[in-house]
Every structure is written in structure tokens, then in C-alpha cells.
Nanobody
Framework: QVKLVESGGGSVQAGGSLRLSCAVS????????MGWFRQAPGKDREGVAF?????????SDSAKGRFTVSQDNAENILYLYLQMNNLKPEDTAMYYC??????????????????????WGNGTLVTISA
């Protein structure tokens, strides 16, 4: 059974940094693409950053230059990270990680953010105060 568990959310002041983590277990595919999404209150879910099995990455316009996505693996667990710097109040949202097999980072970015991933975590809350 595939399981995704996010961590690292919290409350920081504008200009601060956070590093989100997502531990992925139970996967069988060798061609996974992983991504970070966020959903602010009253807004639609949006893709933030993606990384595929070749290490190619893509970002939303709001994340470019401030966020960095990376991945690692150890003992059959995949780890997805999102380093977020220079955080702004508009970054406040629930952040989710998701995985999908057999697509590139760009293809994953272009999918519907609500249905484009095969599996999702439960989210971690990020709150940025002015």
C-alpha cells in the first residue's frame, strides 16, 4: 500500500524559511514523478514544484527563485523535499505531496491539480505572518 506522509509545516514570519518533507513508501514504480501542491482557504489546489525520476524539475511562477524541490531515497523509502525561502503571507496554505507514475515533471505540472496524481499525502500546514 502506497503511503505518503508530509512533515515540516509550521508558522514563520514573512522572509523566513521552511523545509517540507514527504516520505513515500509502498511504491513499485521506477518512474515516479513527485510533486508539491498547495491549497489556501477558499482557493483551488495548485501545483508548486515537481521532480521526475530523471531529476528534472519544474516550478510554478510563484515558486521560481524561492523554492527548491529535491528527492532522495533510502531503504525503499522515497523522500521528497521542498525548501522554501523568502516566504510571503500569500504562501500560507496546506501543502500536499503527490506521486504519479510514468510522466515527466512537465507533464505532471500540466495535469489537473486535483486529479493528476495517483496518490496523495494528508498535508502539512504552512502559515506565514506579515
Amino acid at each position: 500500500q502506497v503511503k505518503l506522509v508530509e512533515s515540516g509545516g509550521g508558522s514563520v514570519q514573512a522572509g523566513g524559511s521552511l523545509r517540507l518533507s514527504c516520505a513515500v513508501s509502498g511504491f513499485t514504480s521506477n518512474s515516479l514523478c513527485m510533486g508539491w501542491f498547495r491549497q489556501a482557504p477558499g482557493k483551488d489546489r495548485e501545483g508548486v514544484a515537481f521532480i521526475d525520476n530523471k531529476g528534472l524539475t519544474t516550478y510554478s511562477d510563484s515558486a521560481k527563485g524561492r523554492f527548491t524541490v529535491s528527492q532522495d531515497n533510502a531503504e525503499n523509502i522515497l523522500y521528497l523535499y521542498l525548501q522554501m525561502n523568502n516566504l510571503k503571507p500569500e504562501d500560507t496554505a496546506m501543502y500536499y505531496c503527490g506521486i504519479v507514475a510514468g510522466v515527466t515533471a512537465i507533464q505532471a505540472r500540466d495535469r489537473d491539480p486535483d486529479y493528476g496524481m495517483d496518490h496523495w499525502g494528508n498535508g502539512t500546514l504552512v502559515t506565514i505572518s506579515a
